[in-house]
């Protein structure tokens, strides 16, 4: 059971490239979370699914996409990096909306020149 | 708007006590929630608060008074793991976590 995993773990980008980041959980859950995290700053939604074949925006949705093609997988897409999307990326899932735990992976550092 | 307040960093000392205070103001309340999170790492879920009052788990309890927009954590007998970042985050009326920058705690021998 490894629960939330994410690939990669680092990256690096050169402004204009694009980069899909990975996100699986093995625990059945339906609801997942994309979030970005940046110094001095709260956890940031960037999208949500809360079911196989469903997405949703989140607060700061702009630049990014989504795909939920299977239950155990979201993807968040970059098009075109740019060096203000230079951030942590950690993706979330939970049972259900009251769900009392949302479950994180390990995060994925990305640098954006 | 929607806003999150807790300090940026605290400072305690090994066997001490110290409280971490949160306040909030969110459209609608679903919940609110404290993680821990060690540097470099994933956060982890600590406590979960509905209802006005204190929930005790172990070494760390977590109050909330609903009417005030006010929670606390208070952890006992600090040890040196214990040094991490600690996020309260709250369910808003769409379910969605709006979290807060996190609390740095520091703890010295």
């Known amino acids: 059971n490894a629960g939330v995993t994410q690939t990669p773990k680092f990256r690096v980008l050169k402004t204009g490239q694009s980069m899909t980041l990975l996100c699986a959980q093995d625990m059945n859950h339906e609801y997942m979370y994309w979030y970005r995290q940046d110094p001095g700053m709260g956890l940031r939604l960037i999208h949500y699914?809360?079911?196989?074949?469903?997405?949703a925006k989140g607060e700061v949705p702009d630049g990014y996409n989504v795909s939920r093609l299977k239950k155990q997988n979201f993807l968040l897409g970059l098009e075109s990096a740019a060096p203000s999307q230079t951030s942590v990326y950690f993706c979330a899932s939970t049972p259900g909306l009251a769900s009392e735990t949302q479950y994180f992976g390990p995060g994925t550092r990305l640098l954006v020149l | 708007g929607q806003n999150i307040d807790q300090p940026t960093e605290m400072t305690a000392t090994e066997g001490a006590i110290v409280q971490i205070n949160c306040t909030y103001q969110?459209?609608?309340?679903?919940?609110l929630f404290w993680y821990q999170q060690h540097a470099g790492e994933a956060p982890t879920f600590l406590s979960y608060?509905?209802l006005d009052g204190l929930e005790e788990k172990g070494r760390f309890s977590s109050f909330l008074s609903r009417s005030k927009g006010y929670s606390y954590l208070l952890l006992k007998e600090l040890q040196m793991k214990d040094s991490a970042s600690y996020l309260c985050a709250v369910m808003d009326s769409n379910y969605q976590l709006i979290w807060g920058a996190g609390t740095k705690l520091i703890i010295k021998p």
């Open positions: 608060n509905v």
């Open positions: 969110t459209s609608g309340f679903n919940g």
């Open positions: 699914s809360v079911g196989e074949g469903t997405t």
